[in-house]
């Protein structure tokens, strides 16, 4: 009995969030017409209930993560931050019109992925371990997927014509499957070793439960459908809040970005902690490379359905950001370690792209 009470006491953030849940459905109508402090203060609730919720997520898929090792661990974590980012993009699309939310989302995601999340963690791992090593064929491989993934998905559409849309959105769609379902058979078989990296100064992650693996799966399911029905009250009151206000028009990708975001940095950070860079890596690279290729053909399918194309050009200040992220990531990340200097050179680059989007030019 008393194992079940504290695995039930540990999903308080659930239960909270389906109570907050409840009272953003009674009262959202109520908060748009009131807009100001209460518009903001409910939608600030249901933001800190879904990310509560998407901890949970995390921490579940923390728990399947250490029981199947590298590479399974880190691709089920990065499949559950994904999984949520979808189901709320899936949902804010629903709302106002928004043709480049999708975009601006994985742009975002790509940001807080490479130079907030492996930035943070390369500066925490070298003030505490001075350098931390890496198989760098891992870095190798996510960065040459990266790097056409987000070719094909947000670079090549700019030259596509208009009505010929429908067409490369098949295309997209088709090749995007390919290249994950390909990368995924050579991280999981063929180049399985690429993405594992063990030395005598790494300190072991343990797993402390000892719950049926079923139990977290469970949670996790429940836990995102949670997510996307507060999507629901989150998209209605920021269509409210947004409209005809001189904030940022980035904000609700920012804000989807960091919800699937947030959990991977505290994994992230403690890997590092533990001289675990190679965990770092497959998070940061790997939940990029999956935000893309996972992200674009569900947006894109949907798009097809609808018969509504979508806007997946980068803007040239996006493309800059992207082709500086990519010149810096090659460069540090080509030897096999990592340290606090190339973490600083990161998260700078992360903290141009908070102060370009608070002066709205993202």
Known sequence: ?????????????????????????????AAVQHGGAVLWGLLTVILVAIIGVAFRIAHHAEILALRFGEPYGTLVLTLAAVSVEVVILVVLLSGEPNPTLARD??????????????????????????????????????????????????????FVPSEKWQVYSVFSIGIM???????????????RKFFEYSSDSDEEAHDETHSPNALHIGFMLFAIVLVGLLSEVLSV????GLAGSDLPKAIPAVLVALISASPEILTALKAAQQDRMQTTINIALGASLATVLLTLPV????????????????????GGMLLLTFLTVMNNLHDGETNAIEGISHF??????IALVAVGVI
């Open 1 to 29: 009995m008393k194992p079940t009470l504290k695995y039930l006491r540990a999903e308080t953030p659930i239960a909270l969030a389906l109570i907050t849940m409840g009272l953003g459905y009674s009262f959202e109508h």
């Open 105 to 158: 989302t994985v742009f975002a995601a790509v940001m807080f992925d490479i130079n907030g999340i492996l930035g943070l963690a390369a500066i925490v791992g070298g003030m505490k371990h001075g350098s931390s090593k890496y198989n760098v064929d891992s870095a190798n491989s996510f960065i040459a997927m990266l790097l056409v993934a987000i070719g094909i998905g947000m670079f090549l559409p700019d």
């Open 299 to 318: 947006i894109e399918a949907i798009a097809l359905y609808r018969g509504e194309p979508i806007v997946m050009a980068l803007t040239t200040v996006q």
């Open 237 to 240: 009151l920021l269509d409210a």
């Open 177 to 191: 499957a390919i290249m994950y379902l390909g990368f995924l058979r050579l991280q999981t078989v063929e180049h």
């Open 348 to 353: 700078a680059l992360f903290a141009a792209f």
